[in-house]
């Protein structure tokens, strides 16, 4: 009996991780969804779509679900991603196994976001609140350095650490900027 290597990796292994390009008919809203979650995971689509597909008990249910609610009267149209083969010969075989169109799979497959996306949506709300009340803050903390400014020696002891209070929270929202929304005008 051969006992295999925890570290080597087959040509098969390779072989599936190499990227096929497919084309697939899926309505707007579905290749939006991909799209939006890629940007907020910060991953690729094909990273998200091979995520996705690659786990065969998942995308048995999920074929089995689609079966059932699958709507065929959605306007759709086609669109070409990048994937690796495993992910495609899944989707292929899952597909044949449960009589469901593949592109209707990987739509169904796609939805499974939505309860992410919506998430990630609501934090985005969130964060937007936040930011108002974090630019009135440092507004204020400006405010009050001016104040100090005005009432105090320039080598006062409070002044001074006003001063350094204000910095240190212009230093502190600038280092937030990449996690607040940026405003649209």
């Not at 990796?9 to 497919?22: D, M, N, P, T, Y």
């Not at 998430?119 to 204020?140: G, H, P």
Request: hydrophobic letters at 40%.
């Amino acid at each position: 009996m051969m006992i295999s290597d925890p570290l080597s990796i087959s040509a098969r292994e390779l072989r599936g991780k190499q990227s096929v390009r497919a084309t697939f008919r899926l309505p707007d809203d579905t290749i939006e969804l991909l799209k939006t979650a890629a940007e907020h995971l910060a991953v690729k689509q094909k990273s998200l779509l091979d995520q996705l597909v690659e786990n065969r008990q998942v995308l048995d249910k999920v074929a089995q679900e689609g079966r059932v609610t699958g709507k065929s009267d959605i306007p759709r149209r086609q669109k070409t991603f990048v994937l690796s083969r495993k992910a495609l010969a899944m989707l292929e075989e899952i597909s044949a196994r449960h009589g469901i169109a593949r592109d209707l799979l990987l739509e169904c497959s796609v939805q499974r976001l939505i309860p992410f996306v919506k998430a990630e949506q609501e934090k985005q709300k969130n964060r937007s609140r936040l930011s108002v009340d974090i630019t009135i803050f440092l507004d204020t903390s400006r405010t009050l350095l001016q104040k100090s400014e005005a009432l105090l020696d320039s080598d006062d002891r409070l002044r001074l650490k006003i001063e350094k209070m204000v910095t240190q929270v212009e230093k502190a929202i600038n280092d937030m900027t990449g996690l607040l929304p940026v405003e649209k005008g």
